[in-house]
């Protein structure tokens, strides 16, 4: 048996950082539960001056990730440099070398997943990826393996802290996107570069997996339709609080026998959800499953500390695994790549929902009979319409909610609304989710 497991960490940001502290904090620990010690060897990142608050022996953290790559002593490689260029490029590279990898890189997995995880399956080495969705949430482990005996239907939830984070501090505390998006940054809690997490693209490779993980069927990244919360104003958040609702920012996915639904995208949540509830940068993910029925996963998925303990739980798996001589022994996604057969998606544009649509229209006779004419004309029926008062000289907000309605219908009306002269800017659309049970 093989005395102790050696790793190198190929990126040295805040997670890595994370991943050093915990291996160091609880290293006796983490050594009787696998066996052996689990030795972080080598460290490369292109800062090597940087005081990130760990200390390290000497000549553990290099400048150069060939001195991870090419040294045949170090066993696992955790690639936490982000990215799909470089990063794709050594993780191939590292199961060739027979090396196991851990990465949390879900962009790398949304898009170029089919050709790692088939290298990983054929070069039967190991591939951990539960840091890359949920942060700290066992959610990846748990489709995968405690519940692969059941089917399941949907699985949605709130998998980007950012977002969550945004729109909580605005509906608790007030303020505009701009300015919380500014205080989160200045706080550290949302990047220089938020676009990722704002505009859903975080959330849709998350979900990209979460529906690989889920169904055993595979839709491309594109095949999810994507919207962020830049849009989301004060507004919305007092009609929606007025409603029952709070604003979330959700991923779902829903089988429709071989076909799957996706979508990204701020909606209107009854503040009695389960969903409801989730503050700050607290992730979700609801599984409505067969046999399980519904079930919920909690917890911290963003940050340094909670997305370490994804990384190390990861680390000592794959260790445990070559010490038992059993790599491979699950698939990455739970089912071995060939069997994932592609879904059929169902474009956004078919969808079905119900709708929340705030426009400003001038205050004038027969303006809302012209948006309701135009709604009417598209198919879309009014469940409910509330009027406030003149926010602007003679214009006032005018907010309707739709009856259940096709998406082709709904932008149609929406177009011939924005048109009319009556009707100023643009109109402001956001889901309803009433109907998924969690
Ligand atoms: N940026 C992500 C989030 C964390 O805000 O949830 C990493 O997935």
Redesign the pocket.
């Given at each position: 048996m093989q005395r102790a497991i050696r790793v190198g960490l190929i990126g040295f940001g805040t997670i890595g950082t994370g991943v050093v502290k915990l291996l160091k904090r609880n290293r006796e620990q983490i050594r009787d539960r696998v066996g052996v010690p689990v030795d972080l060897v080598r460290i490369a990142d292109i800062d090597t001056k940087r005081d990130r608050g760990v200390r390290l022996a000497k000549g553990v953290l290099v400048g150069d990730a060939r001195k991870v790559l090419d040294d045949p002593s170090i066993d696992i490689v955790i690639e936490l440099m982000g990215g799909t260029g470089l990063a794709r490029r050594f993780m191939l590279e590292a199961f060739k070398a027979k090396k196991d990898v851990v990465t949390?890189n879900?962009a790398l997995l949304a898009h170029h997943g089919d050709e790692i995880f088939a290298q990983a399956e054929k070069s039967l080495v190991e591939i951990g990826y539960e840091?890359?969705?949920g942060?700290g949430i066992p959610i990846i482990r748990t489709l995968r393996e405690a519940l692969g005996g059941d089917r399941h239907q949907a699985v949605f939830g709130i998998?980007?802290?950012?977002?969550?984070?945004i729109l909580s501090r605005m509906s608790q505390e007030g303020g505009d996107f701009q300015t919380v998006l500014a205080e989160a940054q200045a706080d550290g809690l949302?990047?220089a570069d938020p676009s990722?997490?704002v505009d859903g693209v975080?959330?849709a490779h998350?979900l990209t997996l979460l529906i690989q993980l889920a169904f055993g069927r595979k839709i491309g990244f594109d095949d999810v339709s994507t919207e962020g919360i830049r849009k989301i104003t004060q507004d919305d958040i007092a009609f929606a609080a007025e409603f029952g609702f709070v604003l979330k920012h959700l991923a779902v996915a829903v089988r429709h026998g071989d076909r799957i639904e996706a979508r990204v995208h701020p909606a209107m949540v009854p503040r009695d959800h389960a969903l409801g509830g989730i503050n700050g940068?607290l992730?979700a993910i609801v599984l409505q499953s067969e046999a399980l029925e519904s079930s919920m996963y909690v917890g911290l998925?963003?940050?340094m500390m909670p997305?370490a303990t994804a990384v190390v739980g990861d680390l000592m798996e794959i260790a445990r695994n070559r010490l038992h001589g059993c790599r491979g022994r699950v698939a990455p996604l739970g089912f071995p790549v060939a069997s994932l057969v592609k879904a059929k998606p169902i474009a956004a544009a078919d969808a079905e929902g119900t709708y929340y649509l705030r426009m400003q229209v001038a205050d004038k006779p027969g303006a809302l009979s012209h948006i309701t004419g135009a709604m009417g004309r598209a198919g879309v029926s009014i469940a409910s319409m509330v009027q406030r008062g003149q926010k602007r000289r003679g214009s006032a907000t005018v907010v309707f909610r739709t009856h259940r309605a096709n998406h082709r219908a709904l932008n149609k009306a929406v177009t011939a609304i924005d048109k009319l002269a009556t009707v100023r800017g643009k109109s402001v659309v956001l889901r309803i989710e009433e109907s998924l049970s969690g």
């Open positions: 949390a879900k840091a890359s969705v942060g998998v980007n802290g950012t977002t969550n984070y949302a990047e990722f997490d975080d959330a998350k940068a992730n998925g963003a940050g997305t």
